[in-house]
Each structure stands twice: as structure tokens, then as C-alpha cells.
């Protein structure tokens, strides 16, 4: 009898477990709803600032949806905070550099897309690929789908590619709002130029619509005079600059960075990134971590607002991966 009831017993406990992480399943997993509050927050924040900031954050796409499922319905509240959103490795990247990312994946991630494209926000894709002929066919995809794309040589993002030699829809016009836009530069890592003013040199002297550089030239900060010189294309027209700001992981290389934390970290300081040395997961719904992000003068957001950007690029917005 005792066997019987331990069976049981046993049997429901697995019953159990099963169907709670059935139920976990068919659910919106509350980090995904942390991450989507974030950046709602922030955008309210920066719209208060400055009425005309754009707001884009890169990958995460199951956001947009309730349920994170590909046919689920919009989530109009994240989609009107946000201007844009971006994708690394639509077309090329995804499981190798200079490769074409599997049909089923590509897919995947076009279905999201669509949604923020049926619901007025941009879509910038970011593919990583050097041979020409590739760099031609992402160009060409994404033109197909009306998404506004950059084809990587190096996932470092610190060349201005040499090809093709003039960006691909070369646009004459002013760009003022993101939707203008036809084009865009994604280069936030500097090491390349000698000198910071080398490198606003280099950017300055290009015609894309959209540059997407990171908010500081190695530790230094960029002035806002440097910010304005940017914001005219070679070409005559107005783009737009946009600052990286990484939200789902913290970075010690960062001025915010305390070296207390190497020995003593916070609460929500997390677990050390495996492929990028120096950036640790956050819990990024933590009042502490999100303090650092916006909200008061020292903090991220607001270093960025008041150095004259037109926007902020929000990276590891899929970090509610790491906590499911």
C-alpha cells in the first residue's frame, strides 16, 4: 500500500511539474513584460526631454507580440513607444559571419518585423557579410521587404565599409524623422581612428541617413559641437545621429562602472557574459540598475539627451532570454 501511495503520489508531483511548465509556456513570461515596461519608461522619459527623440531598440522581437508567438496580437502600447527596431543577422550572420542565415530563422524573425512595420515602426537590419556579392543580396532583401539596412564587414562594427562605395539608396533629401530615412551607418567601436577627431572626420565625410555611434570616443565623451557637425551628410542634406546604449547587460568598461562591484557586486548585477568579456547580465527591472539607465543627471539617458542626439539605439533587449 505504501509503494501504491508513493507511486502516486510521485505521479502527481510529475503531473504537476509538467503541466506548470505547460501553463509557463502559453503565458507572456513576466521578464518579457519587465523588459517591455523598461523601454516604454524610457521612451516616456525621453519624449518629456525632448518631444522628437527616437527611441529603437535592437532584436527582442517577441516583444511585440502579447503572447511572444508569431501571430499573436500587437502590443500597441510597446509599438507606439518605440520609433524603430533593429535586427542583427536577418539575412546573413545568423549562425556564421558571411553566411546566409537559415530560411526557417529568417522567417522567423521577418514575421515579427512585419508587425512593427504594419504599425508604423521602422525596421533596420544589420547583417553581417563581406563579400559583395552578399553585401548585394542583403541590400536587396531588405529593399524587397522595405527595411532600411546595413551590410556589416566586421562584427566589431568599427569600419565604414569601402563597399559599395556610396551608400546603398543614396539619399539627397533632409532627414529629419526616422521614417525619412533610407540608409544607415552602425559604428560604435572607434579603436580603428587614432584620434577622436580622426574619427569624427571619417563619419562626417559620409552621406548616410542615420549614424549609430556610441556616445563616448574610447573614455572620452563627444562634445555636442562634434554632435551637431555630424547631423549634415556630405552631401548637404541633415541625418540623424543616434547613441548605442546597451540596457540589458552592464558594462565595465562604463563610467558608471564602481570597482567595488568586481568584489562586491549590487543585487541586480548578474552573471558575466560568455562571449564579451566585461559585460555582466543585469536585472534590469531593478530600481538600482534602472537609475543608471535615465532619470536623473548622471545617468545614461540623460548624458545622451543633453549632448544633442536625435535618438538612442537600446541593445540586449533580449535579455529576458537569459532570465527565462
Given at each position: 500500500?505504501?509503494?501504491?501511495?508513493?507511486?502516486?503520489?510521485?505521479?502527481?508531483?510529475?503531473?504537476?511539474?509538467?503541466?506548470?511548465?505547460?501553463?509557463?509556456?502559453?503565458?507572456?513570461?513576466?521578464?518579457?513584460?519587465?523588459?517591455?515596461?523598461?523601454?516604454?519608461?524610457?521612451?516616456?522619459?525621453?519624449?518629456?526631454?525632448?518631444?522628437?527623440?527616437?527611441?529603437?531598440?535592437?532584436?527582442?522581437?517577441?516583444?511585440?507580440?502579447?503572447?511572444?508567438?508569431?501571430?499573436?496580437?500587437?502590443?500597441?502600447?510597446?509599438?507606439?513607444?518605440?520609433?524603430?527596431?533593429?535586427?542583427?543577422?536577418?539575412?546573413?550572420?545568423?549562425?556564421?559571419?558571411?553566411?546566409?542565415?537559415?530560411?526557417?530563422?529568417?522567417?522567423?524573425?521577418?514575421?515579427?518585423?512585419?508587425?512593427?512595420?504594419?504599425?508604423?515602426?521602422?525596421?533596420?537590419?544589420?547583417?553581417?557579410?563581406?563579400?559583395?556579392?552578399?553585401?548585394?543580396?542583403?541590400?536587396?532583401?531588405?529593399?524587397?521587404?522595405?527595411?532600411?539596412?546595413?551590410?556589416?564587414?566586421?562584427?566589431?562594427?568599427?569600419?565604414?565599409?569601402?563597399?559599395?562605395?556610396?551608400?546603398?539608396?543614396?539619399?539627397?533629401?533632409?532627414?529629419?524623422?526616422?521614417?525619412?530615412?533610407?540608409?544607415?551607418?552602425?559604428?560604435?567601436?572607434?579603436?580603428?581612428?587614432?584620434?577622436?577627431?580622426?574619427?569624427?572626420?571619417?563619419?562626417?565625410?559620409?552621406?548616410?541617413?542615420?549614424?549609430?555611434?556610441?556616445?563616448?570616443?574610447?573614455?572620452?565623451e563627444f562634445t555636442p559641437d562634434e554632435i551637431e557637425q555630424l547631423k549634415t551628410k556630405n552631401n548637404g542634406g541633415h541625418r540623424l545621429v543616434i547613441a548605442?546604449?546597451?540596457i540589458g547587460e552592464a558594462e565595465d568598461y562604463r563610467y558608471y562602472w564602481n570597482p567595488v562591484w568586481n568584489s562586491d557586486p549590487p543585487s541586480w548585477l548578474?552573471?558575466?557574459?560568455?562571449?564579451?568579456?566585461?559585460?555582466?547580465?543585469?536585472?534590469?527591472?531593478?530600481?538600482?540598475?534602472?537609475?543608471?539607465?535615465?532619470?536623473?543627471?548622471?545617468?545614461?539617458?540623460?548624458?545622451?539627451?543633453?549632448?544633442?542626439?536625435?535618438?538612442?539605439?537600446?541593445?540586449?533587449?533580449?535579455?529576458?532570454?537569459?532570465?527565462?
Amino acid at each position: 500500500m505504501k509503494t501504491t501511495c508513493g507511486i502516486l503520489l510521485l505521479l502527481t508531483i510529475l503531473f504537476s511539474v509538467r503541466c506548470d511548465g505547460d501553463e509557463d509556456e502559453a503565458i507572456d513570461p513576466v521578464y518579457r513584460q519587465y523588459m517591455r515596461d523598461f523601454v516604454q519608461d524610457i521612451s516616456q522619459y525621453a519624449r518629456t526631454e525632448n518631444s522628437a527623440f527616437i527611441v529603437i531598440p535592437q532584436n527582442g522581437q517577441e516583444l511585440v507580440t502579447e503572447n511572444g508567438e508569431e501571430d499573436g496580437q500587437p502590443v500597441l502600447a510597446y509599438l507606439r513607444a518605440i520609433d524603430g527596431v533593429g535586427r542583427e543577422d536577418l539575412f546573413f550572420g545568423y549562425d556564421e559571419d558571411n553566411r546566409a542565415t537559415p530560411s526557417d530563422e529568417r522567417d522567423y524573425m521577418i514575421s515579427y518585423l512585419d508587425v512593427c512595420e504594419s504599425n508604423g515602426v521602422e525596421v533596420l537590419v544589420t547583417d553581417y557579410c563581406w563579400t559583395h556579392s552578399k553585401m548585394d543580396d542583403s541590400y536587396r532583401q531588405s529593399n524587397n521587404k522595405g527595411y532600411i539596412s546595413f551590410a556589416a564587414p566586421d562584427r566589431e562594427l568599427r569600419k565604414i565599409p569601402d563597399y559599395p562605395a556610396l551608400p546603398f539608396n543614396l539619399n539627397n533629401n533632409d532627414v529629419i524623422e526616422l521614417s525619412d530615412a533610407r540608409n544607415f551607418l552602425y559604428l560604435i567601436n572607434p579603436e580603428e581612428y587614432l584620434t577622436r577627431q580622426a574619427f569624427i572626420g571619417a563619419l562626417a565625410a559620409t552621406s548616410y541617413d542615420v549614424l549609430i555611434m556610441d556616445y563616448f570616443y574610447n573614455a572620452e565623451e563627444f562634445t555636442p559641437d562634434e554632435i551637431e557637425q555630424l547631423k549634415t551628410k556630405n552631401n548637404g542634406g541633415h541625418r540623424l545621429v543616434i547613441a548605442y546604449m546597451s540596457i540589458g547587460e552592464a558594462e565595465d568598461y562604463r563610467y558608471y562602472w564602481n570597482p567595488v562591484w568586481n568584489s562586491d557586486p549590487p543585487s541586480w548585477l548578474k552573471g558575466e557574459n560568455p562571449d564579451w568579456e566585461g559585460n555582466y547580465k543585469v536585472a534590469y527591472w531593478d530600481p538600482g540598475w534602472q537609475r543608471i539607465i535615465f532619470g536623473n543627471p548622471d545617468a545614461y539617458l540623460n548624458k545622451i539627451i543633453d549632448k544633442g542626439f536625435d535618438g538612442v539605439y537600446l541593445d540586449i533587449i533580449d535579455a529576458f532570454e537569459y532570465f527565462e
